[in-house]
């Protein structure tokens, strides 16, 4: 008789996902149950838990870690520094004082090492005038000033180079960087909390709090991750939000950008507390609050003058589309900070995500589920087509459960009383 043999619940080693390794996200001196790894691993998860150090502050380069080691031996590690400052490898290099240590050394960096010229020179230079051996990469970097150019100039150099190992789990924390290489638009992750029913809440409108400690301390490590969280003003005048980083585990190097999607301007109706409660940490030269307005509804009021600094109108033409209005953010955050927004993360509510489930413009989810039964039949992920299920027609795709199957499941994870599923849309080619 065949035993059934369990399949994993994800491709990743146990307690990574897109926050790095969770366990860390909840507490900066977790180490315990580190899962068994082969030693090419273990030096290269130092390497990722090095990279969470760094949460936050390289965007929109990415949260890179670098680790040396010689005979076995910690050299020194890094982790890339805020924008336009030092990558991760320069960083490990130059903690070393004997220079002669790092010939014959081992470097392991969780993102393929850049050959280009940018706001910093080539960290693929600084290798090779190290006398470093060996190299081991966790995840490749499509960006055209890496692209496995660096790569090729070490191994005709006479450096071994070993590429994949914890590609998965690099690849995961990477995530929105290397999202945004194949999209050229600001990568949309949808989070939400659910009991086991699937409420995200009552039917009175309330969600606070579906989620445990745990998950709301993964959910704001996650948002420093992030460049900016989105919230639909349902949602802001419900549960009046500040949106920041508060419960993170440290270290906290920025709080997100936040955006109020907001069309009709209900908050322009004197919801002056609303706006209090979302300054909090925000600051003139970022992060700010992005309200975004339809034009015609857009009707400033003298309060607002109090949050010139921080607030960033977004002026919508009517019946602008999700696409439509992501690149116009985009364009707005570039004029301002001279960068693109890479990140959002989307908080809510239900019907925001309704509709971007719908314009298929969800790259990813993080889905928080509490065990518990809830009730209800107002506050849940709607329906997928805009008409009901009467005049829909018997082969709309949009309904056919076989043809929706555009998620794969890349991590899970036990918060407390709460699991969070972590997915992926289909549309990404470097998890294959």
């Not at 939000?241 to 906290?252: G, I, Q, W, Y």
Request: with cysteine; glycine share 10%.
């Amino acid at each position: 008789m065949d035993v059934l043999k369990a399949d994993p619940l994800h491709p990743l080693q146990a307690g990574f996902g897109f926050g790095g390794y969770i366990p860390r996200a909840l507490d900066a001196a977790a180490v315990q149950d580190l899962p068994a790894l082969s030693p090419d691993e273990s030096w290269m998860r130092l390497a990722l838990l090095e990279s969470m150090e760094g949460i936050g502050r390289s965007s929109p380069n990415p949260p890179v870690g670098a680790v040396l080691v010689k005979e076995g031996r910690l050299l020194s590690k890094g982790a890339t520094l805020a924008y336009g400052d030092r990558h991760a490898e320069r960083v490990a290099l130059d903690a070393v004082t004997d220079r002669s240590q790092l010939v014959g050394a081992t470097c392991y960096v969780t993102l393929e090492p850049c050959a280009g010229i940018g706001k910093q020179p080539p960290c693929v230079e600084a290798l090779l005038a190290s006398g470093i051996s060996r190299i081991v990469v966790g995840a490749r970097d499509p960006h055209p000033k890496a692209a496995g150019q660096g790569l090729k100039a070490l191994t005709q150099a006479g450096v071994a180079v070993e590429t994949d190992v914890l590609g998965g789990e690099c690849r995961a924390w990477l995530f929105p960087f290397l999202a945004w290489q194949q999209l050229q638009r600001p990568v949309v992750i949808g989070k939400w909390a659910q009991t086991l029913d699937g409420h995200l809440a009552d039917d009175h409108g309330r969600s606070q709090w579906i989620s445990g400690n745990k998950a709301r301390a993964y959910t704001h490590w996650l948002r420093q991750k992030y460049d900016a969280i989105l919230v639909g003003v349902g949602t802001a005048l419900a549960d009046a939000p500040s949106l920041t980083v508060r419960e993170a585990a440290p270290p906290l190097h920025r709080q997100p950008h936040k955006i109020i999607f907001d069309p009709k301007g209900r908050l322009c109706n004197g919801q002056s507390a609303v706006f209090h409660n979302l300054r909090q940490g925000l600051q003139k030269s970022g992060p700010v609050l992005f309200h975004a307005v339809e034009t015609p509804h857009w009707k400033p009021e003298p309060w607002m003058e109090a949050f010139k600094d921080v607030l960033e109108p977004v002026l919508m033409p009517p019946q602008c589309s999700w696409l439509e209005f992501l690149r116009l953010l985009d364009q707005q955050h570039r004029t301002r900070f001279g960068r693109e927004l890479q990140s959002i993360m989307v908080e809510g509510g239900a019907q925001i995500l309704t509709l971007l489930v719908r314009d298929e413009l969800l790259d990813a989810l993080q889905v928080f589920i509490r065990a518990g039964i809830l009730g209800g039949s107002r506050h849940r992920i709607g329906r997928l087509d805009p008409r009901d299920g009467a005049s829909a027609p018997p082969t709309n795709p949009m309904l056919d459960l076989n043809a929706r199957h555009d998620f794969q499941l890349v991590a899970t994870q036990q918060l407390g009383d709460d699991v969070v599923l972590e997915c992926a849309h289909r549309r990404f080619t470097f998890w294959n």
